[in-house]
């Protein structure tokens, strides 16, 4: 499904479970990653 979205692309987040919690380190990358990819 992510292939059929212009622009989109793999990004490994590390961490210890299925679901991203905002208080695990990968946390700021994924924001990060997010609000760059929302705003191009």
């Given at each position: 499904m992510a292939s059929m979205i212009p622009g989109a692309r793999f990004v490994a987040l590390e961490g210890q479970n299925?679901?991203?919690?905002?208080?695990?380190?990968a946390w700021p990358r994924?924001?990060?990653e997010v609000r760059g990819f929302l705003a191009s």
């Open positions: 299925h679901l991203l919690l905002e208080d695990e380190p994924f924001l990060e």
